[in-house]
């Protein structure tokens, strides 16, 4: 981040020199544009745990004696693929510089974070009924941001007029949507006595964070104000989670949230962990995701702050009405 910061501070300077011994070829002017962007994830990372699973892709086999995993894959990616619409608002110095402002809304496409199937999850001694369970939890990523920048113009020929661009990403309101389907089965020996399907729909809320952005791009005069624009765009930036709420909870179809207690329903996300911290690891009297002990059921969950990246290249088209 630092050597990116360094290299825009260089640049900056070496245009805003370049601006002030060039004579300007054409006054001073405004210019909006409107664009759509779809942009590929450029690197993976692992995610993060979710609901206290690993990002893994589990299968399990065999029955309630013999109950093993046969089968786990790692779980990577990011959410930097996905689709993006915004509006600028640019201001140009001279014939080679000048600054754009953009108001950007991103949503990306779905992943699979975590998964794992029939997994043994309970047993009743009593009615010797075995409890396999199965889950896929899904995240997408939802965005407003502002991205300031810094242009500089290489020039018209033949009606195209090529740029470049360097600047920040600021992330001015964002969530982490996790959708998670579980189904529950309950086996007597061989038959199946019982099936639950659980839905649930928690939002990670973040910290503030700042992103990198560049790109190279080209437009075409259509007209006098009127012009078509074509822009190659990476930007790199994480987002670190800050809180999580479960907003939607279901069993079969019903709503059930009114069932869940403060410790499963809100979680608060720290650097550290200790015995003063609402965790079953750090401290026994706490709860835990699916039971809550009778001492804190009404306080907030206490885990690890995590982070997932959103970095990506895209292309943006669009059109430019320049003043």
């Known amino acids: 981040m630092k050597k990116n910061l360094f290299l825009l501070g260089l640049l900056v300077c070496s245009m ?28 993976s990372t692992e995610f993060p745990e979710v609901g206290g699973q690993a990002p893994n892709r589990d299968i399990y086999s065999g029955t309630l004696t013999s109950n093993k995993l046969v089968s786990r894959e ?29 108001a950007n809304y991103y949503i990306s496409n779905s992943k699979t974070m975590a998964q794992t199937t029939d997994r043994l999850y309970g047993y009743d ?18 965005a407003f941001d502002l991205a300031p920048s810094i242009v500089m113009f290489l020039g ?57 952005m560049a790109a190279l791009g080209t437009s075409y005069k259509l007209g006098k104000h009127i012009s078509a624009f074509a822009e190659l765009e990476y930007r790199n930036f994480t987002v670190h989670g800050k809180t999580k709420e479960t907003t939607e909870y279901t069993v079969n179809g019903q709503d059930a949230l009114a069932t869940r207690t403060t410790s499963q329903r809100y ?45 990506g290249l895209g292309l943006t088209l669009g059109v430019k009405y320049s003043l």
Request: aromatic share 10%.
């Open 156 to 212: 018209d020929a033949h009606g195209f007029e090529p740029y470049t661009k360097v600047g920040v990403i600021v992330p001015i309101h964002g969530t982490l949507d996790i959708k998670t389907d579980r189904e529950l089965l309950t086996y007597v020996g061989a038959n199946q006595v019982a099936k639950n399907d659980i839905y649930s729909k928690d939002v990670v809320k973040p910290n503030p964070t700042i992103g990198f």
């Open 16 to 43: 805003a020199t370049m601006a002030q011994t060039e004579k300007a070829e054409k006054p001073e002017s405004w210019y909006f544009k409107l664009g759509g962007s779809y942009f590929n994830q450029t690197a």
């Open 74 to 102: 790692s779980i990577t990616g990011s959410f930097g693929q996905g689709f993006r619409s915004g509006i600028t608002a640019g201001y140009r110095f001279s014939t080679r510089l000048g600054v754009e402002m953009s």
């Open 267 to 311: 979680t608060n996300y720290h650097k550290k962990l200790d015995v003063n911290s609402n965790n079953p690891l750090f401290n026994p009297n706490t709860a835990t995701s699916d039971t809550a002990d009778t001492t804190r059921p009404n306080d907030k969950m206490d885990e690890l702050s995590s982070y997932v990246g959103i970095s």
């Open 125 to 142: 001694a009593a009615t010797t009924a075995a409890t396999y369970i199965s889950f896929t939890a899904e995240g997408q990523i939802k």
